[in-house]
């Protein structure tokens, strides 16, 4: 490859488990692409590599890192773009410090993260690490809409071989408790930019006494933007979560927050710290200065609060009385005490939810029992998703796996598009007041007036996004013949400015009479009563339900949501393929690490490379890419024919096992085909020697499971001890190389 070149496939370093997965993958990757002339680079958007290369003027030459994400944003843009995207860590604030403080230990001279900063020093160091926090990574990356499906394979297997789920009762007590009013659905204001409108807008706060503060200027409103405005009142969120403790142990219940303080990074910590303070009232009510002194702040979990007071008797006496007085919580880790409210970044809705309906309504208490749950979602935006379908089960019992229809997802996510919380135009009211979106013209957009606290947003989809959004879900419904619905609430000032777009463009493509338009509990019905009936639903969403629709389906559906097909067709000619939701699996690194285990599926993975090397083969002209995809394609059937996905216990095949198979059944496959003979020739014998040797592969991949492994490091693992612990086989990695 010539200096500078792009490599033909860009693969993503990123964290937790995928990335320890990447280790035994990439390199058969390389080898079998090389065989087509197909080249596979890196680029590190992990949460540690986006920090080294924010703070270069800190640290060594040889430490310094390049702001692979910025070059990766400026890539997706251009048509030659083919990048493999894998899950990575959307950081919280305790993942952030976390990070931060093992890169201080492994010597890297990058600062504290600055609570509170005072100096222009700290300031600038929290405007970086901020910048880092949350959902950084995909707003940079998809620049195209996004195409989610269960690949064929993938539910055929699942249909022949059913995974688990609970048995609903229609006597269950679970149940989605929301705000009653007075929450960001009921506040919502929205409007569509005009040509006299477009420009640099800016958001003020206005003060009772009448003084402006600007909390962010030069903001680009372009003609045809979708822009929104609301606020949650944190008097009507204290309230509610107040009720909503009181009716769980009326109900005999476990209490359950539900939230996404990774996307959500200013809006939903802020919750989750009410939630908090809710829960220990009395604690704060008596204690409040004391533990301000500690430096405990309720955003930021029980866990550290607990850490803060563990040396206060009195205190953590009082934290016991009130526990005691409480109703049950469910559990994260009832083994290790770890509660719903103890890690904001512990409990994502859009995983935690789905475990609760799939578990028949289940959650566990502190002490590993299963029962029913108040499942509190404070805002009704999406709420009534999970409500209906935990109303859909009482009624009709679980889903049956073996006939179920599926699910597919066509979400609106290009260029930022609603973006709620997880952009800087989300703030906390400093006091009472008005904030307000001031147009370039002078006009304002939107007002509310707020109180001291209360959560303030705003969100924008641009034009092209739309109708890019639409074109594509009328190509996915031609293509399948499908039920097609777009899920939005018409009574919703959002989602009734995104209809005056749909539905002119589905009566100009006469295509009207296909598609339904239905809000978020309709929706849901609809499409769990096709499924239940075998037939197949599109579900055409803006962007946050297309990220909870393609875990909760695909985990009724499949059992997981890493087996997904997740293409992003960018706007300007390139891909983007994401290997399945389902977030980067902490808990597998934990095992790893205390066993040297590592079930972590590679399906979404395997997946993705297929797809990727289709791409490659149309959009270049590179035929031999073509095969290498088609020969993946059937590696993937391989491993879903045979069986071999990882097992979840240690001394049984692991994610590496499986590495193997596809290794085996890829070159299989090539050896195989006649449409390129000099492939076939030159993967024969690879493909003979993994078959020959496989008694020796899986004895050596065995051999290595069972002890503790140090991969140095839990965000910033060293490269030399991870491939070491990933690639155990010497006789597999003599002949991948």
């Known amino acids: 490859m010539a ?22 993958f990439l390199p058969i990757i390389r080898k079998f692409a090389a065989a087509a002339g197909v080249t596979v680079g890196t680029k590190d958007i992990s949460l540690a590599g986006r920090i080294i290369a924010a703070f270069p003027e800190n640290l060594t030459a040889e430490q310094r890192q390049s702001d692979d994400l910025a070059e990766l944003g400026q890539l997706v843009k251009t048509p030659d773009a083919n990048v493999i995207k894998l899950p990575n860590i959307s950081a919280s604030v305790p993942q952030l410090t976390a990070a931060i403080k093992e890169l201080q230990a492994q010597g890297y001279g990058i600062p504290d993260y600055p609570e509170e900063p005072k100096s222009d020093a700290e300031k600038e160091a929290r405007a970086r690490y901020d910048a880092i926090k949350g959902s950084a990574v995909n707003p940079v990356l998809r620049e195209g809409n996004s195409d989610r499906r269960a690949a064929k394979a993938v539910k055929n297997f699942a249909k022949a071989n059913p995974h688990s789920m609970g048995e609903w009762s229609a006597d269950s007590k679970t149940k989605v408790s929301s705000m009653p009013g007075n929450d960001f659905y009921a506040n919502e204001k929205s409007a569509t930019i005009t040509a006299a409108q477009a420009g640099a807008a800016r958001i003020e706060f206005v003060a009772k006494d009448g003084a402006v503060t600007v909390l962010k200027d030069g903001w680009v409103l372009e003609e045809g933007t979708v822009a929104d405005a609301t606020f949650m009142s944190v008097k009507a969120l204290s309230s509610f979560l107040a009720d909503a403790i009181a009716d769980t142990k009326s109900d005999g219940t476990m209490f359950s927050l539900h939230m996404k303080a990774t996307m959500m990074k200013v809006s939903d910590p802020i919750i989750f710290g009410h939630a908090v303070k809710a829960w220990l009232a009395p604690v704060f009510e008596k204690y409040g200065a004391e533990l301000d002194a500690l430096g405990v702040n309720p955003n930021s979990g029980m866990g550290d609060l ?4 563990k040396g206060n008797a009195e205190i953590m006496a009082a934290i016991e009385a009130v526990r005691a007085e409480r109703p049950d919580m469910y559990m994260v880790d009832s083994d290790k005490g770890i509660t719903n409210l103890h890690v904001p970044s512990d409990v994502i809705i859009d995983a935690s939810m789905p475990a609760v309906i799939r578990a028949g309504g289940k959650g566990w208490d502190q002490d590993g029992n299963k029962g029913d749950t108040n499942c509190v979602i404070p805002d009704r935006c999406y709420a009534p998703v999970y409500d209906e379908t935990i109303n859909f089960f009482k009624a009709n019992g679980a889903l049956d796996v073996t006939t179920a229809g599926a699910v597919a997802n066509v979400g609106l996510m290009a260029q930022k598009a609603e973006e709620y919380g997880s952009h800087p135009t989300t703030f ?18 939107h007002a509310h007036d707020v109180e001291e606290g209360d959560i303030w947003r705003a969100c924008t989809v641009k034009k092209a996004p739309i109708e890019n959004w639409i074109l594509l879900a009328m190509d996915r419904q031609r293509l399948t013949g499908s039920e097609a619905i777009f899920w939005l ?57 297309r990220d909870y629709l393609t875990d909760l389906f695909p985990i009724l559906e499949l059992g997981t949501s890493a087996k997904m097909l997740s293409i992003v067709k960018l706007m300007n000619g390139g891909g983007l393929f ?7 699996a902490p808990k597998h690194v934990q095992q790893l690490v205390e066993e040297n285990h590592l079930r972590w599926d590679s399906m979404g993975e395997f997946c993705a490379l297929g797809e990727s090397l289709n791409f490659l083969a149309d959009v270049k002209g590179n035929a031999k890419a073509g095969v290498l995809g088609k020969a993946a394609e059937d590696a993937t059937q391989g491993i879903l024919d045979n069986n071999r996905s990882p097992s979840r216990k240690v001394g049984q095949p692991d994610n590496r096992d499986s590495h193997y198979w596809f290794a085996r059944y890829w070159a299989e496959a090539l050896a195989a085909q006649t449409e390129d003979a000099a492939l076939a020739a030159h993967f024969a014998p690879i493909a003979e020697e993994l078959g020959a040797k496989e008694e020796q592969i899986i004895s050596e991949l065995a051999a290595a499971q069972g002890e503790p492994a140090d991969i140095g490091g839990y965000y910033h693992p060293s490269v030399e001890l991870k491939a070491k612990v990933m690639r155990p086989s010497a006789t597999l990695n003599a002949i991948i190389g």
Do not use: M
Not at 6 to 20: C, K, N, Q, R
Not at 578 to 584: D, H, I, K, L, V
């Open 428 to 445: 906390e009211a400093p006091a009472d007041g008005t904030i307000r979106i001031v147009l370039c013209n002078g006009d304002t957009l």
């Open 3 to 24: 200096e500078n070149q792009t490599p033909d496939i860009l693969y993503t370093i990123v964290d937790e488990a995928p990335e320890l997965a990447s280790a035994s």
């Open 489 to 545: 609430d018409a009574n919703r000032a959002h989602d009734a400015e995104l209809i005056k777009y749909v539905q002119p463009a589905l009566e100009k493509a006469g295509v009207a009479d296909k598609f339904q338009i239905l809000a978020p509990r309709e929706a849901t019905r609809q499409s769990l009563e096709t499924i239940t009936a075998g037939k197949d639903s599109i579900a055409i969403t803006g962007n946050v339900l």
């Open 306 to 309: 607990l850490e803060r007071v």
């Open 578 to 584: 994401e290997t399945g939701a389902g977030g980067s």
